[in-house]
């Protein structure tokens, strides 16, 4: 079964500080592995998008990594800010027979503390 | 900066009764797509739509639902006899392709009440 798994649960940091976020998943074939933050209650933004022959694309303080052979991602986030106070979410498309299916994970809560 | 609305914000509504959830994508995007999550629980596809006809469906996306492209602008959901589990943020996006690389740009995303 295709499957996207996150970790932490949770995570709380100071200001200021960095962070890594994991993601591995079991889905292949697949077309690429996005990472969105999404505030509460409303809709995902992306953050990076990346393609199986990818291995790290960055977006300010977001720096994302991908292993596809262990089938493994990480969001880093440097000097982080409270705005970065949100749910971080993994999303793996599966690329089979000309459809495109993407698997969520549940994500990482990230709080971010004075 | 383009984006993707959706509305209403809110919907409420008794179980039984027909909602029809509405959505304007990013104009020159060629692709729409309808998630859904449940509160406390991961975004879920449910269906994805080009040229008029539905490109992929999920298993949630059963015979209770349907989409449509009423007119150039709007793309709509609709679910047809509401159930107490139906009770979700829908959201829309949009892309303008579906290669490797090409974004989706989410809505703010519709909060469905069913009760």
């Known amino acids: 079964k295709n499957q996207v798994e996150q970790s932490p649960q949770s995570l709380i940091i100071l200001e200021g500080k960095n962070c890594t976020l994991q993601?591995?998943?079991?889905?292949?074939?697949?077309?690429?592995l996005r990472w969105y933050k999404q505030d509460t209650g409303r809709g995902p933004v992306s953050l990076t998008i990346m393609t199986f022959s990818e291995n790290t694309k960055s977006n300010g303080r977001y720096t994302a990594t991908l292993d596809a052979d262990t089938k493994q991602s990480s969001l880093h986030i440097t000097a982080s800010q409270l705005s970065d106070s949100a749910s971080y979410i993994c999303v793996v498309t599966l690329a089979s027979g000309g459809s495109y299916i993407p698997t969520f994970g549940r994500g990482t809560s990230l709080i971010v503390h004075p | 900066e383009p984006e993707v609305t959706q509305t209403p914000s809110h919907q409420v509504t008794q179980m039984g009764q027909e909602v029809i959830l509405r959505c304007v994508p990013i104009?020159?995007?060629?692709?729409f797509y309808w998630y859904r999550q449940i509160l406390g629980q991961k975004v879920e596809f449910l269906v994805s739509?080009?040229?008029?006809?539905?490109?992929?469906k999920s298993e949630i996306f059963d015979d209770q639902f349907s989409v449509e492209r009423p007119d150039g602008s709007n793309f709509t959901l609709k679910i047809r006899s509401t159930k107490l589990e139906d009770s979700a943020m829908y959201f829309c996006a949009s892309s303008a392709g579906r290669r490797a690389g090409d974004e989706q740009y989410f809505g703010p995303g519709t909060r469905l009440t069913v009760t």
């Open positions: 104009s020159n995007h060629l692709y």
């Open positions: 993601c591995n998943y079991t889905v292949s074939p697949f077309s690429n």
């Open positions: 739509f080009y040229n008029n006809e539905i490109s992929e």
